[in-house]
Nanobody
Framework: QVQLVESGGGLVQAGGSLRLSCAASGHTFNNYAMGWFRQAPGKERDFVAAISSSTYYADSVKGRFTISRDNAKNTVYLQMHSLKPEDTAVYYC?????????????????WGQGTQVTVSS
C-alpha cells in the first residue's frame, strides 16, 4: 500500500508564496510519476503539475509554480509563487506508474488526503 501525506498548505495573501510537500511511503518512489491536483469548492479536481522524466504544468500555473522531487527523501514538492485568489483549493498529490507522457487524472493510483491553500485578496 502506498501512502501519500501532503503538508505546507495555509493562508497567504495574493502575491505570496507557499511550498507544498508530499511525503511518500510504502513503495519504490523512483518508479512512480508524481502529480499535483487541486479542487476548489463545487468544482472538479484539476491538474496542476506532474513530474516523471519531464515536468508538465497546467497553463494557469505555468511560470508561477514549480514541481520538483527529491528521490532520496521520497518527497515531491510544489513551489508556488505569485499566488492568486483563484489558486484557492485543496491540493492533492498523487502517484502513478504511467511514464513517458503526462498521465491523466484517472491513471493515478494513489492519492493523499489533501492540504488546503487559501489565497486572500
Amino acid at each position: 500500500q502506498v501512502q501519500l501525506v501532503e503538508s505546507g498548505g495555509g493562508l497567504v495573501q495574493a502575491g505570496g508564496s507557499l511550498r507544498l510537500s508530499c511525503a511518500a511511503s510504502g513503495h519504490t518512489f523512483n518508479n512512480y510519476a508524481m502529480g499535483w491536483f487541486r479542487q476548489a469548492p463545487g468544482k472538479e479536481r484539476d491538474f496542476v503539475a506532474a513530474i516523471s522524466s519531464s515536468t508538465y504544468y497546467a497553463d494557469s500555473v505555468k511560470g508561477r509554480f514549480t514541481i520538483s522531487r527529491d528521490n532520496a527523501k521520497n518527497t515531491v514538492y510544489l513551489q508556488m509563487h505569485s499566488l492568486k485568489p483563484e489558486d484557492t483549493a485543496v491540493y492533492y498529490c498523487a502517484a502513478t506508474v504511467v511514464a513517458g507522457r503526462r498521465p491523466e487524472l484517472h491513471e493515478y493510483d494513489y492519492w493523499g488526503q489533501g492540504t488546503q491553500v487559501t489565497v486572500s485578496s
